[in-house]
């Protein structure tokens, strides 16, 4: 075999496994975080959560939150585009909150970011990794296909994102992109606890 060949050979045997590393990383990296907790109070007391279940540090500016109001647009697809603020980053084990800059004190007290427009119960977030021109979904709160009413049921309760706060059950570790699988149809399918309004007990942890 030529030099020139056998150099040829090397270069695509490692661009291939750059390539592989780099897809693997890039899926480990979106498994790592997810919403914990989502709370739509009274008054302006709304807040999303986010956990890094992961062993790293997480750079935030590398994902973002965009969201529908009421109905979208174009059906399927994000109408905002919301992103991190500067240098946002999020340790393994701890939470990251986003939350109304008019929300109860006790709700600000642990607050990492505010933001004006979270949902009335009828608002799609998602949680995904990249920008604008091309990005992967990692978690869900609600979806983008349409207005469902009132709010989307969780757990077998009715409108369950509005006038609720749902946090996340323990056993659950990564994201999940199909939100009728993660909102699920009674409390023992359902990836979530679905609380009181105004219960704040978890928020921060």
């Given at each position: 075999?030529?030099?020139?060949?056998?150099?040829?050979?090397?270069?695509?045997?490692?661009?291939?496994?750059?390539?592989?590393?780099?897809?693997?990383?890039?899926?480990?990296?979106?498994?790592?975080?997810?919403?914990?907790?989502?709370?739509?109070?009274?008054?302006?007391?709304?807040?999303?959560?986010?956990?890094?279940?992961?062993?790293?540090?997480?750079?935030?500016?590398?994902?973002?939150?965009?969201?529908?109001?009421?109905?979208?647009?174009?059906?399927?697809?994000?109408?905002?585009?919301?992103?991190?603020?500067?240098?946002?980053?999020?340790?393994?084990?701890?939470?990251?909150?986003?939350?109304?800059?008019?929300?109860?004190?006790?709700?600000?007290?642990?607050?990492?970011?505010?933001?004006?427009?979270?949902?009335?119960?009828?608002?799609?977030?998602?949680?995904?990794?990249?920008?604008?021109?091309?990005?992967?979904?990692?978690?869900?709160?609600?979806?983008?296909?349409?207005?469902?009413?009132?709010?989307?049921?969780?757990?077998?309760?009715?409108?369950?994102?509005?006038?609720?706060?749902?946090?996340?059950?323990?056993?659950?570790?990564?994201?999940?992109?199909?939100?009728?699988?993660?909102?699920?149809?009674?409390?023992?399918?359902?990836?979530?606890?679905?609380?009181?309004i105004d219960t704040w007990d978890n928020l921060g942890s």
């Open positions: 075999m030529s030099l020139k060949i056998t150099q040829n050979l090397r270069a695509y045997c490692c661009f291939l496994l750059a390539f592989i590393l780099s897809a693997f990383s890039y899926g480990n990296l979106n498994a790592q975080v997810f919403f914990s907790e989502y709370a739509e109070g009274s008054s302006n007391n709304k807040y999303l959560e986010i956990y890094n279940a992961g062993t790293e540090a997480v750079d935030l500016t590398e994902y973002a939150f965009p969201n529908v109001s009421n109905a979208p647009t174009v059906v399927g697809e994000y109408e905002y585009w919301n992103t991190f603020s500067e240098g946002a980053t999020l340790a393994p084990g701890e939470v990251y909150v986003i939350a109304h800059p008019s929300a109860d004190s006790l709700i600000l007290l642990h607050a990492d970011q505010t933001y004006s427009y979270l949902s009335n119960g009828d608002d799609g977030f998602a949680l995904v990794y990249g920008t604008e021109s091309g990005f992967e979904v990692v978690d869900r709160i609600g979806d983008w296909n349409g207005d469902p009413g009132s709010g989307w049921d969780v757990a077998g309760v009715s409108n369950g994102t509005q006038d609720h706060v749902l946090v996340r059950k323990c056993g659950i570790t990564t994201g999940n992109t199909d939100w009728t699988l993660s909102a699920g149809t009674s409390a023992e399918d359902s990836e979530w606890n679905v609380l009181a």
